[in-house]
């Protein structure tokens, strides 16, 4: 069992976002995931807009919100099926969702996808 990073398209939406928690994990622009372990020769690491940060799913979750207010909840359909609900203040709790999900995570994904289509530039 480990933590969930972000893909690579919730990291580069999340970055349009404004997203900058330091990290030590995140994605070069085209796409290849490099961790602290590894060697990034693109700039100094956490001081470069050449890179996208990666982090959990659960640090990108509680980002959304603290700073966003948007909340994702996620529930069991049934044993192979998830959904995710995205709330904002003033929403309606069905407005928003994620259904179909074939594991929590992935409903997860989805959700933070979705909810970071919501925040405002």
Known sequence: MQNEIITFETAKLANEKEFNISQDSGYELNGKY????????????????EIYLAPTQSLLQRWLREIHKIHLTITSISQESWQCHITKKGDSLGKNYIEDAYTYEQALEEGLYEALKLIKN
């Open 34 to 49: 490099f961790d602290n372990s590894q060697d990034y020769d693109g700039c100094k690491f956490g001081y470069c807009k």
